[in-house]
Structures are given as structure tokens and as C-alpha cells.
T-cell receptor
Framework: QKEVEQNSGPLSVPEGAIASLNCTYS??????FFWYRQYSGKSPELIMS????GDKEDGRFTAQLNKASQYVSLLIRDSQPSDSATYLC???????????FGAGTTVTVRA | GAGVSQSPSNKVTEKGKDVELRCDPI?????LYWYRQSLGQGLEFLIY????????KSGLPSDRFSAERTGGSVSTLTIQRTQQEDSAVYLC????????????FGSGTRLTVV
């Protein structure tokens, strides 16, 4: 079982719609969760971090965490063509000081 | 510096040559990571530094790969006798400490072995 799994893409959404990205993780001891955005040909950029159960909103982005279900998600509201990118879920591994990354979900926003 | 700096941004080398990739992390970040990303693929962990020591080298693909970090700052990833399968983008990231904080990535070095 992979440490971090993301829903397979690609995900295509119309402009203005909500894009929903899902991620599950295997280590119940994980406490820190992150979403990165990676544009084609660029390096990953941290866009959201979440540490407590519930929702965290930042502009058009909302991260949701449910530790009991070992599930973290990212919602992108009012999707824009500039949101077209690959989104990586990352989860800390409490025993070895590094993040585990999912394979990423590619999102395409159709104008 | 303000961000993680990597050099060179692009490197084309002939098969069999050695290459050195450099990473200058954010000032004060004690943890430094090297990842590799092949075209269209996910992030492949290579090595982790805490200060100048490397507690986790488990991702280095072969003994042709080595890395060091000096002064708790700059790190160099060296690939000896490069092979075509080494072609990838090599990403460096730094953070305050371990995995509790998000990483900041550099812009990467695109290595092409011809």
C-alpha cells in the first residue's frame, strides 16, 4: 500500500466550477498535511497546509482534513484556467522526518 | 536568501561524465532534501540532510550518486559516470526542521545526458 494516494486524473472542469481533489494516507501518526501546485515545467509550490481536523480556507482554496478517515482533500472554487496544473498531496512521516508525496492529480480548467 | 537557489538551471552532459548540482537553501533552514522528477512522473526522494549529516540516504539510486552539505547550508549532489537514465529534473527543497513544516522547493536543475 502506498503511503499517500491521490485520485487518478486527469480532472477536467469547466471554468467557474469546483474542482475536488482527494488524498488518503496510511500512517495514522501523521500530523501535517500539505497541498502543492506544480505547473508544467516548474517546481512544486506550497499552496495549503493543514494540521487540524476540519476545513481551512484560503481564497478560492479550501483544504479539508479528517484524521479518523485518514483523508485530506482540496477544493478549488470558481476554477480559473490559471489553476490548470498538477496538484500534489504531501503528508509528514512522523518517524523519519520527511514528507511523502502522492503521485499528483492533473487538473485542466476548460475556458 | 529569499528562496532556494539551484544551479545550474540546465545541464547537458555526455554519457560517462561527472556532474555536480548545487543547492543553496533558505537561510536558517536546517533540513534539506534532494528529489528527482523524470518527465511526467512523480517526485522520487533521493537524500535528506539535517544540518551537515545525512540520516537518510535511502533514495540514492546507485553508488554513482553522492551528496554532501557543508556549513549547514549549501549542498552538492554529485553524479559520477552519468547514464542516460539519469536524465531528469533534480529538485532541492529546504525547511525549518523535518516534515512538520512544508518544504520550499528550488526551481530545479534539468539534467540531460546525451
Amino acid at each position: 500500500q502506498k503511503e499517500v494516494e491521490q485520485n487518478s486524473g486527469p480532472l477536467s472542469v469547466p471554468e467557474g466550477a469546483i474542482a475536488s481533489l482527494n488524498c488518503t494516507y496510511s500512517d495514522r501518526g501523521s500530523q501535517s498535511f500539505f497541498w502543492y501546485r506544480q505547473y508544467s515545467g516548474k517546481s512544486p509550490e506550497l499552496i495549503m497546509s493543514i494540521y487540524s481536523n476540519g476545513d481551512k480556507e484560503d481564497g478560492r482554496f479550501t483544504a479539508q482534513l479528517n484524521k479518523a478517515s485518514q483523508y485530506v482533500s482540496l477544493l478549488i472554487r470558481d476554477s480559473q484556467p490559471s489553476d490548470s496544473a498538477t496538484y500534489l498531496c504531501a503528508v509528514n512521516q512522523p518517524t523519519d522526518y520527511k514528507l511523502s508525496f502522492g503521485a499528483g492529480t492533473t487538473v485542466t480548467v476548460r475556458a | 536568501g529569499a528562496g532556494v537557489s539551484q544551479s545550474p538551471s540546465n545541464k547537458v552532459t555526455e554519457k560517462g561524465k561527472d556532474v555536480e548540482l548545487r543547492c543553496d537553501p533558505i537561510s536558517g533552514h536546517t533540513a534539506l532534501y534532494w528529489y528527482r522528477q523524470s518527465l511526467g512522473q512523480g517526485l522520487e526522494f533521493l537524500i535528506y540532510f539535517q544540518g551537515n549529516s545525512a540520516p537518510d540516504k535511502s533514495g540514492l539510486p546507485s553508488d554513482r550518486f553522492s551528496a554532501e552539505r557543508t556549513g549547514g547550508s549549501v549542498s552538492t549532489l554529485t553524479i559520477q559516470r552519468t547514464q542516460q537514465e539519469d536524465s531528469a529534473v533534480y529538485l532541492c527543497a529546504s525547511t525549518l526542521s523535518g516534515g512538520d513544516y512544508g518544504y520550499t522547493f528550488g526551481s530545479g536543475t534539468r539534467l540531460t545526458v546525451v
